[in-house]
């Protein structure tokens, strides 16, 4: 009888010992739970997290972590006021959705949801939030080649957006089943060409889709009936466009100038690319080795490099050939497709007056160009609007003395 009161209380005093271990453990890794979730969101605003739908939801080591820590907190966030405690988790009533919110937040300030599709999600610090797109190939797949220009009937602005209705307000788009890594900026220098617009138009945004590009279009017109100045305007949509989104490549495009072929990519390369090597009023050749003129693209890195393009040009010509000479100035090169590929239409126009010292401009470039361009420019924004094809910025320059 003695043996055995001896063992029943070793017995006893044993699974008391491991009871207390299980207790010990829980609350341990209660802890480690809150703490890796801690360090998932060590942020200062409030984060809403979305959980899946799922049985047994409530069971998860982390939710009854989290469950523990939020009753034992006697905050009352109904009225909105600040939290008291330096993190708190509030869920909502079908143990769904998690509220992250830091001591100087109030919970009327929510912000930022997050979702996870399943449980490892919550505790694998190491993946981020992607719902699995794949990267657009550097190739998209459906392009065709050679491209029907039409030139007539010029469409109405109000067709354009009816055939458009995939667009987004600003002239942009992006592909929903690939994910595409640099934002392009297309920047269209205007003035009293509207219908070449419409047609540019009609003509650009079948040609971007189909290569799968997050584009916007940005239209940047003179004001007033001063001398044209081609480059300022683009220096202005550079910088405007980057005011309202992170784009990676610029494309500078005159409107009269209409692609030919869907494999001349509108994308920026390595080197700035001059992308109008062959048109047809040149009988689809390269007027001279330099030029750089109607239509290229240039990586928002080497733009600023090269101080953008010189804000001296007034009237037509002579701003493409200084850019040309940047490009060399600063150890860079031009780049082009073959003259097959980068063939392009000019619609027909009245050619704008000339540049009466643009040749006096361009010899005395080199003395000017860290002073002349991008941190020289000035302008006055008189209208922004987001119409559904285009961005349009209406903006006055400033003369010169």
């Known amino acids: 009888m003695l043996l055995w009161c001896q063992t029943g209380t070793l017995y006893k005093g044993l699974l008391t010992l491991v009871l207390a271990l299980i207790a010990l453990e829980y609350l341990f890794g209660s802890f480690i739970e809150t703490r890796r979730w801690d360090n998932m969101f060590p942020y200062s605003n409030t984060t809403r997290v979305q959980f899946p739908e799922k049985p047994g939801f409530q069971h998860h080591p982390l939710v009854k972590a989290l469950i523990g820590i939020n009753s034992n907190s006697a905050t009352n966030n109904s009225s909105g006021t600040p939290l008291t405690t330096s993190r708190n988790y509030n869920f909502n009533n079908n143990l769904t959705t998690v509220e992250i919110v830091s001591s100087n937040i109030t919970s009327s300030n929510l912000s930022n949801t997050t979702y996870f599709e399943n449980f490892d999600e919550i505790v694998d610090t190491n993946r981020s939030n992607t719902t699995g797109i794949p990267l657009c190939p550097d190739i998209p797949p459906n392009l065709r080649g050679r491209l029907e220009i039409v030139k007539s009937p010029v469409p109405a602005v109000l067709d354009l957006e009816n055939r458009f209705t995939w667009l987004k307000p600003g002239g942009h788009w992006y592909p929903e089943t690939c994910k595409v890594i640099k934002k392009v900026a297309i920047i269209v220098p205007f003035r009293c060409r509207g219908e070449h617009l419409l047609i540019f138009l009609q003509h650009m945004h079948p040609l971007l889709k189909k290569q799968q590009l997050d584009y916007t279009i940005f239209v940047v017109e003179q004001d007033g009936s001063g001398p044209f100045n081609r480059a300022m305007l683009m220096n202005i949509g550079f910088t405007e466009a980057l005011k309202l989104n992170n784009f990676d490549c610029f494309i500078f495009h005159d409107v009269d100038l209409l692609p030919e072929d869907d494999r001349n990519l509108y994308t920026c390369p390595e080197q ?96 000017r160009f860290s002073t002349d361009g991008l941190n020289s420019l000035k302008y006055t924004i008189k209208e922004v609007k987001q119409h559904l094809l285009y961005t349009w910025l209406l903006v006055e320059l400033q003369p010169p003395s």
Do not use: C
């Open 272 to 367: 700035p690319r001059h992308m109008s090597v062959a048109v047809n009023i040149f009988n689809y050749k390269l007027p001279y080795p330099g030029i750089f003129g109607g239509v290229s693209a240039i990586s928002r890195e080497h733009f600023k490099l090269l101080n953008g393009f010189s804000n001296s040009f007034w009237g037509w010509g002579g701003e493409d050939d200084d850019m040309s000479n940047r490009i060399r100035f600063h150890s860079l090169h031009i780049s082009r497709y073959p003259i097959s590929m980068a063939r392009y239409t000019m619609l027909t126009h009245k050619k704008d007056k000339p540049s009466p010292n643009r040749y006096e401009i361009l010899r005395s470039g080199q003395k």
